[in-house]
């Protein structure tokens, strides 16, 4: 499985966090940079003025930043990857960790949500059990760390390149229409106390 890890290039303390956590897995990763959407003209962003005045500057930043990471598992011709967000932990006690849950994946996925639910979205729900994985609808909100798959990497590239909505909350709306899943036991989690460009 390759790791694909979003960090704005100019946080190193986000970033030597994130490092720190992912390094030791000897594992196969790259570090997408984050997008400071606030040094953008607003001419140059993929949104419309409608979204400017709705969303935070850091949510439209972080959208484009996901969108680069999921170029990267299209041009690669990944499979699925997993995307983290340089400010993840690992949750305590998992049924797994990142290193062993190639194993223990559906057969078929379009996303797998990995972070906690912290009961910000109202509307999941828990659709049928498959053993440590459930089939969800609506995501938790949040995408601290996910897996994607091609298939849907690539549909959002082409259906959803212009920013209309926070990533999570597009995730979210996808899961309607594909296949999407959450660990019955969550492997990571946010690490407080790291400033964030969407919540400061």
């Known amino acids: 499985m390759h790791r694909f890890m979003i960090s704005l290039p100019d946080d190193p303390h986000r970033r030597q966090s994130g490092l720190s956590k992912i390094q030791p897995l000897n594992l196969p990763y790259e570090v997408v940079d984050g997008v400071e959407a606030a040094k953008w003209r607003t001419d140059q962003l993929p949104v419309s003025a409608k979204t400017l005045q709705e969303m935070r500057v850091g949510e439209i930043g972080c959208y484009l930043a996901h969108l680069r990471a999921l170029r990267r598992v299209v041009d690669y011709r990944l499979p699925w990857a997993c995307i983290l967000e340089d400010d993840f932990c690992f949750e305590p006690d998992?049924?797994?960790?990142?290193?062993?849950?190639?194993?223990?994946?559906?057969?078929?996925?379009?996303?797998?949500?990995?972070?906690?639910?912290?009961?910000?979205?109202?509307?999941?729900?828990?659709?049928?059990?498959?053993?440590?994985?459930?089939?969800?609808?609506?995501?938790?909100?949040?995408?601290?760390?996910?897996?994607?798959?091609?298939?849907?990497?690539?549909?959002?590239?082409?259906?959803?390149?212009?920013?209309?909505t926070p990533i999570d909350h597009l995730y979210a709306k996808l899961s309607h229409q594909g296949l999407f899943y959450a660990p019955a036991k969550p492997l990571v989690g946010v690490q407080l106390g790291l400033d964030s460009a969407i919540n400061p």
Not at 114 to 141: A, S, Y
């Open 94 to 164: 998992p049924d797994f960790g990142l290193v062993e849950i190639s194993d223990a994946l559906p057969r078929e996925f379009d996303y797998i949500h990995l972070q906690r639910n912290i009961g910000q979205n109202g509307k999941f729900r828990i659709v049928e059990k498959h053993g440590p994985f459930h089939r969800v609808c609506e995501t938790p909100l949040g995408t601290v760390g996910y897996l994607i798959s091609n298939r849907l990497a690539n549909y959002i590239l082409k259906t959803h390149a212009r920013c209309e």
